[in-house]
């Protein structure tokens, strides 16, 4: 099935903000998750039916410090990811991690596990990613 784009402009957001400072994003803008423990994105996505499928954050941290977050989908947790810095804002990579969804609306919800918050994430891609940029985490 051909991999769909959400930007994470569009999602749900809990303690961030979007902005559009640093190029290279997709879409409008992205979202600068606040500096705190618990900040989340959350995009809901839809199966047509039940899958185990690549979910891909596009991501930017211009630190050179991990910013890890969690992972939850349907609101149960899947795993941690690490965020590592890419160089600087304007660098974007891709992280994949496989998941099961299914069938209707899925919740992915990625949250900030660290003082730092999360990166500046840009968009998940649901399906199998494409492009020179991105690695399995
Ligand atoms: C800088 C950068 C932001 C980033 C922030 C952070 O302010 O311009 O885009 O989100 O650092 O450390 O989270």
Same mark, same amino acid.
């Given at each position: 099935?051909?991999?769909?784009?959400?930007?994470?402009? &569009?999602?749900? %957001?809990?303690?961030? !903000?979007?902005? #559009? @400072?640093?190029?290279?994003?997709?879409?409008?803008?992205?979202?600068?998750?606040?500096?705190?423990?618990? #900040?989340?994105?959350?995009?809901?996505?839809? *199966?047509?039916?039940?899958?185990?499928?690549?979910? =891909?954050?596009?991501?930017?941290?211009?630190?050179?410090? @991990? $910013?890890?977050? @969690? %992972?939850? !989908? &349907?609101?149960?947790?899947? $795993?941690? !990811?690490?965020?590592?810095?890419?160089?600087?804002?304007?660098?974007? $990579?891709?992280?994949? !991690?496989? *998941?099961?969804? =299914?069938?209707?609306?899925?919740?992915? $919800?990625?949250?900030?596990?660290?003082? &730092?918050?999360?990166? &500046?994430?840009?968009?998940?891609?649901?399906? =199998?990613? #494409?492009?020179? @940029?991105? #690695?399995?985490?």
């Amino acid at each position: 099935e051909a991999a769909t784009v959400h930007e994470a402009e &569009n999602a749900t %957001i809990s303690q961030g !903000v979007v902005e #559009s @400072d640093h190029a290279g994003y997709t879409g409008t803008g992205f979202v600068n998750y606040v500096n705190v423990v618990g #900040s989340y994105v959350e995009f809901t996505v839809d *199966a047509a039916a039940a899958e185990t499928t690549a979910l =891909t954050f596009r991501f930017a941290n211009g630190t050179t410090t @991990d $910013r890890p977050m @969690d %992972i939850m !989908v &349907n609101g149960t947790p899947l $795993r941690s !990811v690490s965020f590592p810095g890419t160089g600087p804002w304007t660098s974007w $990579r891709q992280t994949t !991690v496989e *998941a099961a969804l =299914t069938a209707g609306a899925n919740t992915i $919800r990625a949250t900030a596990t660290t003082a &730092n918050g999360g990166p &500046n994430l840009d968009s998940l891609t649901v399906g =199998t990613p #494409s492009g020179p @940029d991105w #690695s399995v985490a």
